[in-house]
Protein backbone atom coordinates (compact mmCIF):
# COMPACT_ATOMS: atom_id res chain seq x y z
CA UNK A 1 0.00 0.00 0.00
CA UNK A 2 1.38 3.35 -0.87
CA UNK A 3 2.29 5.83 1.82
CA UNK A 4 0.38 8.82 2.82
CA UNK A 5 1.87 11.87 1.98
CA UNK A 6 0.71 15.30 4.05
CA UNK A 7 0.17 18.04 1.92
CA UNK A 8 3.86 19.53 2.09
CA UNK A 9 5.31 16.90 0.86
CA UNK A 10 6.74 18.40 -1.95
CA UNK A 11 7.78 21.56 -0.03
CA UNK A 12 9.79 19.59 2.83
CA UNK A 13 11.56 17.94 -0.55
CA UNK A 14 12.97 21.05 -1.59
CA UNK A 15 13.67 22.36 1.63
CA UNK A 16 16.06 18.60 1.56
CA UNK A 17 14.55 17.02 4.02
CA UNK A 18 15.16 12.95 4.77
CA UNK A 19 12.02 11.32 4.88
CA UNK A 20 10.98 7.96 6.89
CA UNK A 21 7.65 5.90 7.05
CA UNK A 22 5.72 6.31 10.43
CA UNK A 23 2.06 4.93 11.18
CA UNK A 24 1.39 4.90 7.00
CA UNK A 25 2.78 8.21 6.33
CA UNK A 26 5.94 9.64 4.42
CA UNK A 27 7.23 11.98 7.16
CA UNK A 28 10.28 14.48 7.33
CA UNK A 29 12.45 12.83 9.97
CA UNK A 30 15.15 15.66 10.04
CA UNK A 31 15.76 19.03 7.90
CA UNK A 32 19.37 20.11 9.16
CA UNK A 33 20.09 17.84 11.51
CA UNK A 34 18.25 16.36 14.67
CA UNK A 35 20.31 18.45 17.09
CA UNK A 36 20.08 21.62 15.42
CA UNK A 37 16.13 21.24 15.34
CA UNK A 38 16.24 19.90 19.18
CA UNK A 39 18.19 23.07 20.26
CA UNK A 40 15.99 25.31 18.09
CA UNK A 41 13.12 24.14 19.90
CA UNK A 42 14.99 24.16 23.75
CA UNK A 43 16.04 27.48 23.10
CA UNK A 44 14.17 29.87 20.44
CA UNK A 45 11.41 28.12 18.75
CA UNK A 46 10.61 25.76 15.89
CA UNK A 47 7.90 24.26 13.61
CA UNK A 48 6.77 20.53 12.97
CA UNK A 49 4.77 19.24 10.77
CA UNK A 50 2.23 16.86 12.44
CA UNK A 51 -0.05 16.27 9.42
CA UNK A 52 -0.08 12.43 10.11
CA UNK A 53 -2.44 12.52 13.23
CA UNK A 54 -5.40 12.05 12.75
CA UNK A 55 -8.66 14.07 12.99
CA UNK A 56 -11.86 12.67 13.98
CA UNK A 57 -15.10 15.32 14.56
CA UNK A 58 -17.96 14.51 16.71
CA UNK A 59 -21.38 16.37 17.01
CA UNK A 60 -24.86 16.11 17.58
CA UNK A 61 -27.61 15.64 20.36
CA UNK A 62 -25.53 12.48 22.01
CA UNK A 63 -21.93 13.43 20.96
CA UNK A 64 -21.07 13.88 24.66
CA UNK A 65 -22.16 10.65 25.59
CA UNK A 66 -20.29 8.98 23.13
CA UNK A 67 -17.38 10.60 23.96
CA UNK A 68 -17.87 10.46 27.95
CA UNK A 69 -18.22 6.71 26.96
CA UNK A 70 -15.59 6.20 24.69
CA UNK A 71 -12.77 7.85 26.09
CA UNK A 72 -11.10 7.90 29.66
CA UNK A 73 -11.23 10.89 31.10
CA UNK A 74 -14.62 13.27 32.05
CA UNK A 75 -14.99 15.22 28.85
CA UNK A 76 -18.27 16.70 30.34
CA UNK A 77 -16.28 19.33 32.22
CA UNK A 78 -15.07 20.60 29.02
CA UNK A 79 -16.44 24.38 28.16
CA UNK A 80 -16.02 25.18 24.38
CA UNK A 81 -12.20 25.87 24.00
CA UNK A 82 -11.45 23.68 26.56
CA UNK A 83 -9.21 20.11 25.63
CA UNK A 84 -8.03 17.28 27.39
CA UNK A 85 -5.73 14.40 27.66
CA UNK A 86 -7.42 11.17 27.54
CA UNK A 87 -6.67 7.55 26.90
CA UNK A 88 -8.83 5.23 24.80
CA UNK A 89 -8.89 1.89 26.24
CA UNK A 90 -10.53 -1.72 25.42
CA UNK A 91 -13.22 -3.79 27.90
CA UNK A 92 -10.14 -4.77 29.90
CA UNK A 93 -8.90 -1.41 30.90
CA UNK A 94 -5.77 -2.20 27.85
CA UNK A 95 -5.27 1.24 26.12
CA UNK A 96 -5.72 1.61 22.46
CA UNK A 97 -4.41 4.90 22.00
CA UNK A 98 -4.01 8.05 23.81
CA UNK A 99 -5.68 11.04 22.78
CA UNK A 100 -6.17 15.10 22.94
CA UNK A 101 -9.87 15.80 23.11
CA UNK A 102 -10.68 19.28 21.78
CA UNK A 103 -14.16 21.30 22.49
CA UNK A 104 -14.94 23.11 19.52
CA UNK A 105 -17.77 26.01 19.19
CA UNK A 106 -21.06 24.46 19.64
CA UNK A 107 -23.20 23.36 15.88
CA UNK A 108 -26.26 24.81 15.11
CA UNK A 109 -28.62 21.78 15.63
CA UNK A 110 -30.79 22.85 12.90
CA UNK A 111 -29.23 25.23 10.95
CA UNK A 112 -32.41 26.27 8.73
CA UNK A 113 -34.60 27.48 12.02
CA UNK A 114 -31.98 28.48 14.21
CA UNK A 115 -32.37 25.71 16.37
CA UNK A 116 -29.68 25.47 19.83
CA UNK A 117 -26.17 24.74 19.22
CA UNK A 118 -25.06 20.93 19.94
CA UNK A 119 -21.82 20.12 21.99
CA UNK A 120 -19.15 19.07 19.10
CA UNK A 121 -15.73 17.69 19.52
CA UNK A 122 -12.53 17.09 18.23
CA UNK A 123 -9.75 14.80 18.64
CA UNK A 124 -6.78 13.44 17.70
CA UNK A 125 -5.56 10.08 17.58
CA UNK A 126 -2.19 8.73 16.45
CA UNK A 127 -0.67 8.48 13.10
CA UNK A 128 -2.16 5.54 11.18
CA UNK A 129 -5.24 4.93 13.30
CA UNK A 130 -7.74 7.62 12.08
CA UNK A 131 -9.94 4.91 9.83
CA UNK A 132 -9.71 2.18 12.79
CA UNK A 133 -10.93 4.91 15.78
CA UNK A 134 -13.95 5.74 13.48
CA UNK A 135 -15.02 3.03 13.04
CA UNK A 136 -14.67 2.31 16.54
CA UNK A 137 -16.86 5.67 17.63
CA UNK A 138 -19.22 4.62 14.80
CA UNK A 139 -20.09 0.88 15.93
CA UNK A 140 -20.12 2.16 19.31
CA UNK A 141 -22.40 4.86 18.55
CA UNK A 142 -24.73 2.54 16.39
CA UNK A 143 -24.97 -0.11 19.22
CA UNK A 144 -25.88 2.07 22.11
CA UNK A 145 -28.45 3.81 19.81
CA UNK A 146 -26.89 7.35 19.81
CA UNK A 147 -27.73 10.33 17.68
CA UNK A 148 -24.41 11.32 16.21
CA UNK A 149 -22.02 12.46 13.46
CA UNK A 150 -18.87 10.94 13.33
CA UNK A 151 -16.64 12.26 10.91
CA UNK A 152 -12.83 11.33 9.58
CA UNK A 153 -11.66 14.59 8.66
CA UNK A 154 -7.57 13.57 8.84
CA UNK A 155 -7.66 14.46 4.95
CA UNK A 156 -9.27 17.81 5.03
CA UNK A 157 -6.90 19.15 7.41
CA UNK A 158 -3.31 20.19 8.07
CA UNK A 159 -2.04 20.19 11.39
CA UNK A 160 1.62 22.51 12.60
CA UNK A 161 3.05 22.66 16.38
CA UNK A 162 5.00 25.71 16.66
CA UNK A 163 7.44 25.03 20.05
CA UNK A 164 9.98 26.49 22.44
CA UNK A 165 10.11 29.14 24.44
CA UNK A 166 9.60 32.06 21.52
CA UNK A 167 6.67 30.63 19.73
CA UNK A 168 4.41 32.51 21.48
CA UNK A 169 5.20 35.82 20.69
CA UNK A 170 5.68 34.29 16.91
CA UNK A 171 1.87 32.72 16.68
CA UNK A 172 0.80 35.70 18.36
CA UNK A 173 2.49 37.89 15.54
CA UNK A 174 0.94 35.19 12.87
CA UNK A 175 -2.58 36.54 14.21
CA UNK A 176 -4.71 39.69 15.21
CA UNK A 177 -6.79 36.98 17.83
CA UNK A 178 -5.07 37.37 21.52
CA UNK A 179 -3.88 33.69 21.61
CA UNK A 180 -1.30 34.40 23.89
CA UNK A 181 -4.17 34.71 26.31
CA UNK A 182 -4.88 30.87 25.97
CA UNK A 183 -4.12 29.41 28.89
CA UNK A 184 -2.23 25.23 28.38
CA UNK A 185 -4.87 23.27 26.86
CA UNK A 186 -7.04 26.00 25.65
CA UNK A 187 -8.04 27.15 22.09
CA UNK A 188 -9.80 28.80 19.83
CA UNK A 189 -10.43 29.84 16.30
CA UNK A 190 -8.25 32.65 14.86
CA UNK A 191 -7.36 33.95 11.63
CA UNK A 192 -4.01 33.63 10.18
CA UNK A 193 -3.87 36.05 6.68
CA UNK A 194 -7.69 35.58 6.39
CA UNK A 195 -7.41 31.68 6.39
CA UNK A 196 -9.45 30.35 9.74
CA UNK A 197 -7.49 27.67 11.76
CA UNK A 198 -7.53 26.33 14.87
CA UNK A 199 -5.06 27.25 17.32
CA UNK A 200 -4.32 25.29 20.93
CA UNK A 201 -1.86 25.58 22.86
CA UNK A 202 -1.02 21.95 23.12
CA UNK A 203 2.34 19.89 21.94
CA UNK A 204 4.51 17.59 22.60
CA UNK A 205 7.91 18.87 23.50
CA UNK A 206 7.70 19.77 27.16
CA UNK A 207 7.90 23.55 26.10
CA UNK A 208 5.18 26.02 25.51
CA UNK A 209 3.81 26.23 21.97
CA UNK A 210 0.57 25.43 20.04
CA UNK A 211 -0.43 23.26 17.79
CA UNK A 212 -2.54 25.06 14.43
CA UNK A 213 -5.11 23.15 12.78
CA UNK A 214 -4.84 24.47 8.93
CA UNK A 215 -7.62 23.33 6.02
CA UNK A 216 -5.65 21.29 3.92
CA UNK A 217 -5.58 23.44 0.87
CA UNK A 218 -4.01 26.20 2.02
CA UNK A 219 -1.19 24.30 4.62
CA UNK A 220 1.69 25.52 2.07
CA UNK A 221 0.71 29.22 2.52
CA UNK A 222 0.65 28.99 6.59
CA UNK A 223 3.61 26.61 6.72
CA UNK A 224 5.36 29.53 4.30
CA UNK A 225 4.30 32.27 7.00
CA UNK A 226 6.35 30.66 10.06
CA UNK A 227 9.36 31.32 9.78
CA UNK A 228 11.16 29.64 11.88
CA UNK A 229 13.24 26.29 11.89
CA UNK A 230 11.54 23.37 10.43
CA UNK A 231 11.61 20.24 12.45
CA UNK A 232 11.82 16.57 11.65
CA UNK A 233 10.29 13.48 14.09
CA UNK A 234 13.76 13.09 14.56
CA UNK A 235 14.07 16.17 16.97
CA UNK A 236 10.20 15.44 18.22
CA UNK A 237 11.56 11.93 19.40
CA UNK A 238 14.17 13.43 21.46
CA UNK A 239 12.04 16.35 22.54
CA UNK A 240 9.19 14.27 23.77
CA UNK A 241 11.55 11.63 25.38
CA UNK A 242 13.26 14.49 27.67
CA UNK A 243 9.96 15.56 28.36
CA UNK A 244 8.70 11.78 29.56
CA UNK A 245 6.17 11.69 27.13
CA UNK A 246 4.72 8.46 25.59
CA UNK A 247 4.64 7.35 21.96
CA UNK A 248 1.92 5.20 20.79
CA UNK A 249 3.16 1.83 19.80
CA UNK A 250 5.80 1.97 21.24
CA UNK A 251 5.81 2.66 24.70
CA UNK A 252 2.60 1.07 24.86
CA UNK A 253 1.06 -0.99 22.06
CA UNK A 254 -2.65 -3.07 22.18
CA UNK A 255 -0.92 -6.10 20.79
CA UNK A 256 2.24 -6.36 21.66
CA UNK A 257 2.61 -4.68 25.00
CA UNK A 258 -0.50 -4.18 26.23
CA UNK A 259 -0.30 -1.70 29.28
CA UNK A 260 -3.26 0.13 31.47
CA UNK A 261 -3.00 3.57 32.24
CA UNK A 262 -1.91 3.33 35.25
CA UNK A 263 0.70 0.97 34.31
CA UNK A 264 1.66 3.24 31.47
CA UNK A 265 2.14 6.32 34.19
CA UNK A 266 -0.99 8.53 32.94
CA UNK A 267 -3.63 7.28 35.68
CA UNK A 268 -4.72 11.18 35.49
CA UNK A 269 -6.32 10.64 32.31
CA UNK A 270 -8.49 7.92 33.97
CA UNK A 271 -11.81 9.20 35.77
CA UNK A 272 -13.39 6.77 37.55
CA UNK A 273 -16.53 8.83 37.89
CA UNK A 274 -17.55 8.60 34.82
CA UNK A 275 -18.57 5.52 33.02
CA UNK A 276 -16.44 4.40 29.76
CA UNK A 277 -15.34 1.29 28.07
CA UNK A 278 -12.88 -0.38 30.27
CA UNK A 279 -14.12 1.72 33.57
CA UNK A 280 -14.78 -1.51 35.80
CA UNK A 281 -11.51 -3.21 34.31
CA UNK A 282 -9.57 0.00 35.83
CA UNK A 283 -11.23 0.17 38.60
CA UNK A 284 -10.06 -2.94 39.87
CA UNK A 285 -6.34 -2.62 38.52
CA UNK A 286 -6.70 1.18 41.14
CA UNK A 287 -7.65 -0.84 43.91
CA UNK A 288 -5.23 -3.60 43.82
CA UNK A 289 -2.37 -1.85 42.32
CA UNK A 290 0.19 -2.83 39.37
CA UNK A 291 2.88 -5.08 39.06
CA UNK A 292 4.67 -3.20 36.77
CA UNK A 293 5.56 0.50 36.10
CA UNK A 294 6.77 2.72 33.30
CA UNK A 295 10.13 4.71 34.63
CA UNK A 296 12.64 6.70 33.56
CA UNK A 297 15.84 6.19 33.87
CA UNK A 298 19.50 7.37 32.97
CA UNK A 299 22.29 5.20 31.76
CA UNK A 300 25.71 5.57 33.58
CA UNK A 301 27.77 3.70 31.25
CA UNK A 302 28.35 4.50 27.66
CA UNK A 303 26.15 3.48 25.31
CA UNK A 304 22.14 4.45 24.21
CA UNK A 305 19.48 2.48 25.07
CA UNK A 306 17.12 1.35 22.05
CA UNK A 307 13.19 -0.30 21.99
CA UNK A 308 13.66 -3.64 23.01
CA UNK A 309 16.77 -3.72 25.18
CA UNK A 310 16.73 -5.54 28.53
CA UNK A 311 16.77 -4.15 31.69
CA UNK A 312 18.30 -6.15 34.22
CA UNK A 313 18.60 -5.66 38.27
CA UNK A 314 21.98 -5.79 39.58
CA UNK A 315 22.44 -9.70 39.37
CA UNK A 316 21.68 -9.73 35.91
CA UNK A 317 18.74 -10.86 36.37
CA UNK A 318 15.46 -9.42 33.56
CA UNK A 319 13.21 -7.44 34.88
CA UNK A 320 12.03 -5.36 32.54
CA UNK A 321 12.10 -4.00 28.80
CA UNK A 322 13.50 -0.41 27.43
CA UNK A 323 10.83 0.78 25.11
CA UNK A 324 12.03 4.21 24.40
CA UNK A 325 15.97 5.61 24.38
CA UNK A 326 18.25 8.70 23.25
CA UNK A 327 20.81 10.59 23.85
CA UNK A 328 19.85 13.51 25.29
CA UNK A 329 20.35 16.15 23.42
CA UNK A 330 20.16 18.81 26.12
CA UNK A 331 21.67 16.84 28.88
CA UNK A 332 24.39 14.80 27.52
CA UNK A 333 23.75 11.63 29.09
CA UNK A 334 21.84 8.65 27.46
CA UNK A 335 18.34 8.48 29.15
CA UNK A 336 15.37 6.04 28.55
CA UNK A 337 11.87 4.90 29.28
CA UNK A 338 11.01 0.97 29.98
CA UNK A 339 8.54 -1.16 32.15
CA UNK A 340 10.24 -2.93 35.65
CA UNK A 341 8.63 -4.29 38.11
CA UNK A 342 6.91 -1.51 40.93
CA UNK A 343 9.99 -2.91 43.40
CA UNK A 344 13.01 -1.25 41.04
CA UNK A 345 10.38 1.38 39.86
CA UNK A 346 11.93 4.06 43.15
CA UNK A 347 13.85 6.65 41.86
CA UNK A 348 17.65 6.24 42.32
CA UNK A 349 17.54 2.55 41.89
CA UNK A 350 20.49 0.63 39.91
CA UNK A 351 19.39 -1.55 37.32
CA UNK A 352 21.57 -2.97 34.07
CA UNK A 353 20.93 -2.18 30.71
CA UNK A 354 21.63 -4.52 27.90
CA UNK A 355 23.22 -2.47 24.77
CA UNK A 356 24.26 -5.03 22.63
CA UNK A 357 25.19 -7.58 24.72
CA UNK A 358 26.86 -5.51 27.42
CA UNK A 359 25.50 -4.60 30.25
CA UNK A 360 25.16 -1.22 31.01
CA UNK A 361 24.50 0.74 34.46
CA UNK A 362 21.71 2.86 35.05
CA UNK A 363 19.84 4.65 37.46
CA UNK A 364 16.02 4.74 37.68
CA UNK A 365 15.14 9.01 37.14
CA UNK A 366 11.58 10.95 37.80
CA UNK A 367 10.21 12.07 34.91
CA UNK A 368 9.99 14.90 33.04
CA UNK A 369 14.29 14.72 32.57
CA UNK A 370 13.57 18.31 32.20
CA UNK A 371 11.74 21.04 33.12
CA UNK A 372 8.50 21.89 31.52
CA UNK A 373 6.57 24.13 31.41
Known sequence: MPLQTPPLRGAHDERGAKFTEFGGWDMPVEFDSIRTEHAAVREDVGVFD????GQIHVTGPDATELMQRLTSNDVSRLAVGDSQYAAITDEDGII???TVVYRLPDESATASNGGDGEATYLFVPNAGTDEETHERWISYRNEWDLETTVDNRTDEYAMFAVQGPNAPALVDDLTDEAVTELDRFEARYATIDDVTCWIARTGYTGEDGFE??????EAEHIWSLVECQ???LGARDTLRIEAGLLLAGQDFDHESDPRTPYEAGIGFTVDLETEFVGRDALERVHDDGVEEQLVGFQLIDRGV??????ITNTDGRVVGTVTSGTMSPSLGHPIGLGYVPVEYAEPGT??????RGQSKKARVETTPFIDTV
Open 305 to 310: PRHGYD
Open 50 to 53: VSHM
Open 230 to 232: PCG
Open 350 to 355: TLQVVV
Open 212 to 217: LLVPWS
Open 96 to 98: IDD
